[in-house]
């Protein structure tokens, strides 16, 4: 419960709180009720914050955890981290991961080449999202790709109306769009409160940012 919901059940006798919380589970199971249906979602994970990709991948280890197939197009080099990679390859039977080669990075400094890497990244990822056996898609940092350019973002939307109505797909990086946020199911924002390395200046830790 909410720190507002706990004040608001503080002042009840046992009985009082017994009936208030049979109300909330008896509403909770309408609402859950009257929302039977399934769909194929879009979710956009962005923002400024961490962990946009961390909250993606738990999504992908869940979905593997109930067997399903995934595939994961990663969009800048760098953005995977070798303890991520050693955790996926438990599951390589039902996941394929697609770097794009030496991949965008902040040093090229060459959009040309920037661009092409780029284009072939998303060619892989369409023919992933078009294809039934994967029923979860993640295309980490592609953002950022469509926030440089590198990407039309018209084509990533025309990509995405093409995708099996069961099967999902998750958008990751900072700066989405507003076409594609307006076009997607799910979208969180990350937003950045305080960091470590900026307040207090320490550097990036095991387990914590790799």
Same mark, same amino acid.
């Given at each position: #419960?909410?720190?507002?919901?706990?004040?608001?059940?503080? +002042?009840?006798t046992p009985q009082q709180? !017994?009936? !208030? #919380?049979?109300?909330?589970?008896?509403?909770?199971?309408?609402?859950?009720?009257?929302?039977?249906?399934?769909?194929?979602?879009?979710?956009? %994970?962005? +923002? %400024?914050?961490? +962990?946009?990709?961390?909250?993606?991948?738990?999504? &992908? &280890?869940?979905?593997?955890?109930?067997? %399903? /197939?995934v595939a994961i197009v990663?969009?800048?080099?760098? =953005?995977?981290?070798?303890?991520?990679?050693?955790?996926?390859?438990?599951?390589? *039977? @039902?996941?394929?991961?697609?770097?794009? +080669?030496?991949?965008?990075?902040?040093?090229?400094?060459?959009?040309?080449?920037?661009?092409?890497?780029? /284009?072939? =990244?998303?060619?892989?990822?369409?023919?992933?999202? /078009? %294809?039934?056996?994967?029923?979860l898609v993640l295309l980490?940092?592609?953002?950022?790709?469509? !926030?440089?350019?590198?990407?039309?973002?018209?084509? &990533?939307?025309?990509?995405?109306?093409?995708?099996?109505?069961?099967?999902?797909?998750?958008?990751?990086?900072?700066?989405?769009?507003? =076409?594609?946020?307006?076009?997607? *199911?799910? &979208?969180?924002? #990350?937003?950045?409160?305080?960091?470590?390395?900026?307040?207090?200046?320490?550097? =990036? @830790?095991?387990?914590?940012?790799?």
């Amino acid at each position: #419960m909410t720190e507002s919901s706990d004040h608001a059940t503080s +002042g009840l006798t046992p009985q009082q709180y !017994k009936r !208030k #919380m049979q109300r909330r589970k008896e509403v909770q199971a309408q609402r859950l009720s009257e929302r039977s249906r399934e769909k194929g979602l879009i979710i956009v %994970n962005t +923002g %400024n914050g961490k +962990g946009k990709t961390t909250a993606a991948l738990g999504i &992908v &280890v869940r979905s593997l955890g109930h067997g %399903n /197939h995934v595939a994961i197009v990663q969009f800048i080099k760098g =953005a995977w981290e070798p303890a991520e990679r050693a955790v996926l390859s438990h599951w390589e *039977d @039902q996941l394929v991961f697609h770097a794009t +080669g030496e991949g965008f990075t902040w040093e090229t400094q060459n959009r040309e080449r920037d661009t092409e890497k780029a /284009h072939s =990244a998303w060619e892989k990822a369409l023919e992933f999202i /078009h %294809n039934r056996d994967y029923q979860l898609v993640l295309l980490d940092e592609i953002n950022v790709v469509l !926030k440089l350019g590198y990407l039309r973002v018209e084509d &990533v939307l025309q990509g995405l109306e093409q995708k099996p109505e069961d099967s999902h797909v998750i958008l990751t990086g900072r700066g989405a769009p507003e =076409a594609l946020i307006e076009k997607a *199911d799910l &979208v969180t924002e #990350m937003t950045l409160i305080k960091h470590p390395f900026r307040e207090q200046g320490v550097k =990036a @830790q095991p387990g914590i940012e790799f």
